[in-house]
């Protein structure tokens, strides 16, 4: 055997300068003028102020600093007064997020991360995640965090709640990556540098990075009012439909082109204001007759009877009905196909060849409570052929549901896009929204009966859902609806009798009397609660 020869160590011996004293003095005196340049444009909304004071000081005399602290004082309570909104955006917000991010989250950051775990050490080293930035909201604190090496969102989703009480709030929603940035749009001759700028600096994926809401004011504990006439456009935009508010304040904005909608809720959760909200923004549509609505209500039509000229098609006294209903949808989807293949690959709505939205408002009764096993097998498969094919072609299945587990629901899966209002179970919560959901921070299973309307979304392609809620539709807003967006096709007469339907009274221009949402914004965003 060959002996294996060891290594030998070689020790090396770091050299010793001696540095003169004023060069040591030099680079102080310049390391201490970068720093305070430094601090001087990073935090300019003091320093600025601050100059201008010692400058006028020294020119017009020290007396003059109370007069101008007066004036200033005078001038911003004036503006708080004459316009709140701008003043949060341009002072109190800012001033508010640097003030928490020295005062509340760099104070107390080391020892929460220590507490919560989420430090890591090696050897006598200790190492936590960076505070990137914090902005202040009337919903909360939008807290961005650079994750260190081995962790990952669920790491910390796990610790929301540790997060949430150690920054003295009781809710703490974690994101991946940032949210809510939108790049502007830039013009003028540094236009096309600037976008770049914005690519580079919004556009990025940063996996590296994760966000932290802290939220403090619940802006969805107020009713939403619901969209004025004005707002309603005359063609809707189905990627983009106004329905509500995220928990943030920003405008809910729901998907209806190439998807199928699926709200979920126990009784009185409010999935009667997702439905008229949805119809709402729809309005501009049906008038046209870009758009046609197929309601099917196996509740007797105590729930959509009330906008009865809104839908083409309206089936609510018997069940056969409901079922020709699903399968007239079934043969224009089959002429579509036909027509349009190989030609076009998603339809394009037209007055001649609108878009088809099947409406069925419960649609346990049509599948799990139905006792006629012929009638029920006929409903499912024109419901999956719907489902699974009519999407492309303009043809779009929103249902509502109390129970969504597999039994009551079989093709649970073939709805893309769904809704989860208040439930009465936890583990409905990922039947509905997918699997780790709760876990990701849908709580619909704590959401007050106090709160209708109120429910989780998955949106902007992120697995984190987002809190919403729906506009809060009254019988007033409906009566006017069914007066003034009437559609040019009327329902055939054997869809049954209607209740009379009494009109709401409008103003001297046609126009109804509901507040825009933006007022709600206002309103909050300047502390009135």
Same mark, same amino acid.
């Given at each position: 055997m060959v002996a294996r020869r060891e290594?030998?160590?070689?020790?090396?011996?770091?050299?010793?300068?001696?540095?003169?004293?004023?060069?040591?003095?030099?680079?102080?005196?310049?390391?201490?003028?970068?720093?305070?340049?430094?601090?001087?444009?990073?935090?300019?909304?003091?320093?600025?102020?601050?100059?201008?004071?010692?400058?006028?000081?020294?020119?017009?005399?020290?007396?003059i600093i109370p007069i101008v602290f007066l004036l200033a004082a005078a001038g911003l309570s004036g503006w708080r007064i004459g316009h709140r909104d701008s003043f949060g955006v341009w002072v109190k917000w800012p001033w508010l997020s640097r003030w928490r991010r020295w005062w509340l989250y760099r104070r107390g950051w080391e020892p929460t991360m220590r507490g919560c775990g989420l430090s890591t050490a090696h050897g006598s080293v200790q190492y936590w995640p960076p505070i990137l930035s914090v902005k202040s909201s009337p919903a909360g604190d939008v807290v961005r965090v650079r994750l260190l090496r081995g962790q990952t969102p669920d790491t910390w989703s796990g610790k929301s709640s540790e997060l949430a009480y150690a920054f003295g709030t009781r809710l703490c929603r974690v994101f991946s990556g940032r949210i809510n940035v939108l790049p502007k749009i830039r013009a003028g001759r540094l236009g096309v540098l600037m976008a770049w700028w914005d690519r580079h600096r919004f556009g990025r994926d940063r996996p590296t990075e994760m966000t932290l809401v802290f939220v403090r004011g619940d802006l969805l504990a107020y009713a939403?009012?619901?969209?004025?006439?004005?707002?309603?456009?005359?063609?809707?935009?189905?990627?983009?439909?106004?329905?509500?508010?995220?928990?943030?304040?920003?405008?809910?904005?729901?998907?209806?082109?190439q998807t199928h909608v699926l709200i979920a809720g126990a009784t009185g959760s409010g999935k009667g204001s997702v439905i008229w909200s949805i119809l709402r923004a729809l309005a501009g549509g049906i008038r046209s007759g870009l758009v046609q609505v197929w309601a099917i209500d196996p509740k007797g039509g105590m729930e959509l009877a009330m906008g009865r000229r809104l839908f083409s098609r309206f089936a609510y006294s018997s069940l056969p009905e409901m079922a020709d209903v699903l399968d007239q949808a079934v043969e224009v989807m089959r002429e579509r196909q036909t027509r349009l293949a190989g030609s076009v690959r998603q339809h394009?709505?037209?007055?001649?060849?609108?878009?088809?939205?099947? @409406?069925? =408002?419960?649609?346990? %009764?049509?599948?799990?409570?139905?006792?006629?096993?012929? $009638?029920?097998? *006929?409903? +499912?498969?024109?419901?999956?052929?719907?489902?699974?094919?009519?999407?492309?072609?303009?043809?779009?299945?929103?249902?509502?549901?109390?129970?969504?587990?597999?039994?009551?629901?079989?093709?649970?899966?073939?709805?893309?896009?769904?809704?989860g209002l208040r439930m009465t179970e936890d583990?409905?919560?990922?039947?509905?929204?997918?699997?780790?959901?709760?876990?990701?921070?849908? @709580?619909? =299973?704590?959401?007050? %009966?106090?709160?209708?309307?109120?429910?989780?979304?998955? $949106?902007?392609? *992120?697995? +984190?859902?987002?809190r919403v809620r729906f506009t809060h539709i009254t019988d007033d807003h409906i009566h006017d609806m069914n007066t003034r967006y009437a559609t040019p096709t009327p329902a055939p007469a054997s869809a049954g009798s209607v209740p009379p339907q009494r009109n709401t009274p409008v103003d001297g221009n046609g126009n109804g009397s509901e507040p825009l949402p933006v007022e709600l914004f206002n309103k909050l965003r300047g502390g009135d609660r």
């Open positions: 290594p030998q160590l070689v020790r090396l011996q770091s050299s010793v300068f001696a540095v003169p004293r004023w060069a040591l003095l030099v680079g102080l005196m310049f390391r201490a003028l970068y720093r305070g340049v430094r601090l001087a444009l990073r935090y300019w909304r003091v320093t600025g102020p601050a100059v201008l004071l010692v400058w006028l000081g020294w020119r017009a005399g020290w007396q939403v009012p619901a969209i004025g006439p004005d707002s309603i456009p005359h063609t809707p935009d189905l990627s983009s439909l106004p329905v509500g508010l995220r928990e943030d304040g920003s405008w809910l904005r729901i998907v209806l082109e394009v709505p037209a007055p001649a060849d609108p878009t088809i939205v099947v @409406l069925v =408002d419960e649609l346990a %009764a049509l599948t799990a409570y139905l006792t006629d096993k012929d $009638l029920r097998a *006929r409903i +499912e498969a024109a419901l999956a052929v719907l489902l699974s094919q009519g999407r492309a072609l303009g043809v779009h299945v929103i249902a509502a549901v109390q129970d969504p587990r597999k039994e009551v629901v079989k093709f649970r899966d073939l709805f893309p896009t769904r809704v583990e409905q919560v990922d039947m509905v929204l997918g699997a780790g959901a709760r876990k990701r921070g849908a @709580l619909a =299973d704590q959401i007050p %009966a106090s709160l209708p309307g109120v429910g989780y979304m998955v $949106l902007d392609q *992120r697995p +984190e859902p987002v």
